[in-house]
C-alpha cells in the first residue's frame, strides 16, 4: 500500500525553526498534489501548504512568508521549512497526497511551539 511518513517534529521556541519532511513508499510523480496539514486541539483540521509536479505551490495567510513548501523527485519525499514559528503554530501536521483517486495521509507528527 501507497504510504506517507511525516518526521521532523518537536519542541521549538517561538522565533525558532523546524523542517518536516514527509517520505512516500512510492514515486511523488504519482501524486498530482502533496501537502501539508495541521490540526490543533479544537479546531479544525487547515490547509498549511501544497505543491503540484510542476513546482507550483499555495499557502495559508497564516503560514505565507514564514513556510516554504518543497519536493525532492529521487528521494520520493516533501518538506516542510517553518521559519519564525509562533505559539499559534502548534499542532499536529500530516503530510497528504492525492494517489489514484484517492487520498492519502501520514500518521502525523506533533510541532509544539512554546517558550
Known amino acids: 500500500q501507497v504510504q506517507l511518513v511525516e518526521s521532523g517534529g518537536g519542541l521549538v521556541q517561538p522565533g525558532g525553526s523546524l523542517r518536516l519532511s514527509c517520505a512516500a513508499s512510492?514515486?511523488?510523480?504519482?501524486?498530482?498534489?502533496l501537502g501539508w496539514y495541521r490540526q490543533a486541539p479544537g479546531k479544525q483540521r487547515e490547509l498549511v501548504a501544497t505543491i503540484r509536479k510542476i513546482g507550483s505551490s499555495i499557502y495559508a495567510d497564516s503560514v505565507q512568508g514564514r513556510f516554504t513548501i518543497s519536493r525532492d523527485n529521487f528521494k520520493n519525499a516533501v518538506y516542510l521549512q517553518m521559519n519564525s514559528l509562533e505559539p499559534d503554530d502548534t499542532a499536529m501536521y500530516y503530510c497528504n497526497g492525492d494517489y489514484r483517486s484517492t487520498t492519502v495521509w501520514g500518521q502525523g507528527t506533533q510541532v509544539t511551539v512554546s517558550s
Open positions: 512510492t514515486s511523488i510523480f504519482n501524486f498530482n498534489v
